[in-house]
């Protein structure tokens, strides 16, 4: 799911986490959502980004943090 949705090149933004065929950190979602912001003031502002990318991103980012989370309990 990642490779489709997070691209990192040093051509784009130095190398900085962006979503696929944008110039958009990944981190501004997350400052926006940190922020109040909603994902609809987010993707207004950025309409290269798609709302299911949006929200993919969201999941994809849940995932890892529970993964991670009962990997740490478990070990």
Do not use: C, H, W
């Amino acid at each position: 799911m990642s490779n489709n949705l997070i691209e990192i090149s040093p051509e784009i933004l130095s190398g900085t986490p962006v979503f696929k065929n944008t110039r958009v950190p990944i981190k501004t979602l997350i400052d926006y959502l940190s922020a109040g912001e909603t994902i609809a003031d987010f993707l207004d502002d950025f309409p290269t980004v798609t709302q299911e990318q949006a929200v993919s991103l969201l999941k994809l980012a849940q995932e890892t943090l529970l993964k991670q989370t009962y990997q740490n309990i478990a070990g």
